[in-house]
């Protein structure tokens, strides 16, 4: 594993005490910690930059302006999309996703077509397509897992593609069980029939390399706040011809080009989509993460060490730190018995989001006593009600690893985990309660 | 919270409630029904009451969930027995708390009180 490093300086919550105990924060696939850059960025426009975008010749608009459309240029080149104007700011991936459902899935969508998800979605990229099937007359199909590998059955998708098949919406990594699909092969697979997709990226930002350009997906969605950044902000990727060729999703102000009492034409991308006043702030904190993530090496800025910052050559830095702690808590937890991963055992194709049921430990039960001390985990179904249905299980608990966790947080987690169990099991003669 | 205070939490009552629940299975004869879920993690519960002018004469429960919501349903559906449904829906989670004998915490009321509201929104 790589050398600890002293990230905690860079994050200031992580010094905090929950229950008299330092904080092992390991719910990272929900939201991230935000490092200082991030915090200060915030900060920092409200202070001294803090004007609406776009509107203003005065000096604070045209500031406001230049860091928010800044953030523009460094998510393109994060994702290397060809041009910045096919990166879209919303509120969040799910408001990205909601975004194609119906600027795009409402004009394009027809009775009898198909929609090809997968078992393991996350809810905001199966409801929003549930509603629009169900307004269209559309059907939807579900790639299955493997029972044992936990992925996506490659010999079952050649089956559900179709001529009739008209978008394929998969996540790049399920929140669930960790795993790294395998969206190369379907984007070929879906392209061959003519077929249009969407990614949703909303765990893949922080942890493995994204390369629009050779994906060659349609639209891929990213989460702010999963990748350190503010709440508040995600990015929609759409191809520019797709976006031109979609009416608006919201309107409104900006999104605009001339109105008059009857009618309105619209703005050219990427302003077309982007209606009403934006997150500022939290749009320019957001380019402060990918500042954080990015190479070259911004140690002064708060970035991350070298050895750990986000290299595109896989298998370096970040990637070889992450991977070799969800190495190190698959092994741990595979030695308690009654202990159930769900998800692939090795760490190849995954990421460190390991849910797991154990015996006689009901999740919520077990997230109280971790709490007790100071071990942040996440426990239900995680919005993945079907996959959980699936899976023959009411709910899970999930441990979620970011760049800030480290090995001594693993050990913490593994103690508390079998206390946990010992406190939880009944002891004695099993008798009636009275 | 303190690690005593979490053992004192999961009390062998709390324990024996989860894993022998009272009332547990379908009333072969009821005059009311009510299902209550708890979307945020998945515990859900279905509540069969026979009531004679609003006194609960029978009561049992299907219920899956964590062990807060498990015991609570079984302490609180003996607890009712015999009583009126007016006064069960009156019931929260200081209640529960009391029953138990623990403290529940803001983040575990809604495991207590999810067999309450199954009564007080839904019978």
Request: glycine residues 6%.
């Amino acid at each position: 594993m790589t050398k600890e490093f002293m990230l905690e300086k860079h994050f200031p919550i992580l010094n905090r005490k929950i229950n008299g105990y330092k904080l092992v924060y390991l719910d990272n696939a929900s939201t991230t910690q935000k490092p200082k850059s991030v915090i200060n960025a915030v900060s920092e426009f409200y202070e001294q930059h803090n004007a609406n975008i776009h509107r203003g010749i005065h000096t604070l608009s045209q500031e406001a302006t230049a860091l928010y459309e800044g953030t523009r240029d460094k998510v393109q080149k994060f994702i290397d999309a060809k041009h910045r104007e096919e990166i879209i700011f919303t509120s969040g991936a799910t408001e990205a996703i909601n975004l194609v459902v119906w600027a795009w899935g409402h004009e394009n969508i027809h009775a009898g077509d198909e929609i090809l998800l997968s078992q393991a979605e996350h809810h905001s990229n199966l409801v929003p397509w549930q509603i629009l099937a169900k307004k269209k007359h559309a059907k939807l199909k579900f790639i299955p897992l493997s029972p044992t590998t936990y992925q996506l059955q490659a010999t079952s998708w050649d089956k559900l593609i179709s001529k009739k098949t008209k978008l394929v919406a998969i996540s790049h990594i399920s929140n669930v069980l960790g795993t790294i699909n395998p969206i190369e092969k379907i984007i070929r697979a879906a392209h061959k029939i003519g077929a249009k997709v969407l990614i949703d990226g909303a765990q893949a930002g922080s942890h493995i390399p994204i390369n629009i350009n050779k994906l060659d997906c349609d639209f891929y969605v990213l989460s702010g706040h999963k990748m350190y950044g503010p709440t508040g902000v995600g990015v929609l990727y759409g191809k520019k011809e797709l976006l031109n060729s979609m009416p608006p999703y919201q309107t409104g102000g900006h999104m605009i080009k001339t109105v008059d009492f009857d009618s309105a034409t619209w703005a050219d991308l990427p302003h077309k989509f982007e209606a009403g006043t934006a997150n500022i702030a939290e749009v320019i904190g957001f380019g402060a993460a990918i500042d954080f993530l990015t190479p070259p090496l911004k140690l002064r800025g708060g970035g991350l060490p070298a050895t750990l910052s986000l290299a595109r050559r896989a298998g370096e830095g970040l990637l070889k730190h992450e991977s070799a702690l969800t190495a190190y808590a698959l092994k741990q937890l595979q030695k308690i018995p009654g202990l159930e991963i769900y998800g692939p055992s090795n760490n190849k194709n995954r990421i460190g989001v390991i849910s797991f049921n154990l015996e006689g430990v009901p999740p919520h039960d077990l997230a109280s006593i971790l709490d007790s001390k100071g071990i942040a985990i996440r426990t239900g179904h995680h919005c993945a009600m079907p996959l959980h249905d699936k899976l023959g299980i009411e709910s899970s608990a999930r441990i979620s690893l970011a760049v800030y966790n480290n090995k001594s947080d693993i050990d913490k987690f593994m103690s508390a985990l079998k206390s946990a169990q010992s406190i939880l099991s009944l002891r004695g003669n099993p008798k009636q309660p009275h | 919270m303190t690690n005593i205070l979490m053992t004192q939490n999961y009390s062998e009552t709390i324990k024996q409630h989860y894993h022998y629940p009272l009332n547990a299975g379908k009333l072969s004869h009821y005059t009311h029904t009510a299902e209550q879920i708890n979307p945020l993690c998945g515990d859900e519960t279905r509540v069969y009451l026979k009531v004679d002018n609003d006194v609960i004469k029978d009561i049992s429960h299907k219920t899956r969930g964590c062990m807060i919501c498990a015991a609570a349903t079984s302490v609180v559906s003996e607890y009712a027995r015999g009583k009126k449904i007016s006064e069960i829906k009156k019931l929260g989670s200081s209640d529960v708390a009391k029953l138990l004998q623990v403290s529940i915490s803001p983040a575990r009321q809604s495991c207590a009180t999810l067999f309450i509201n199954a009564i007080k929104y839904h019978v």
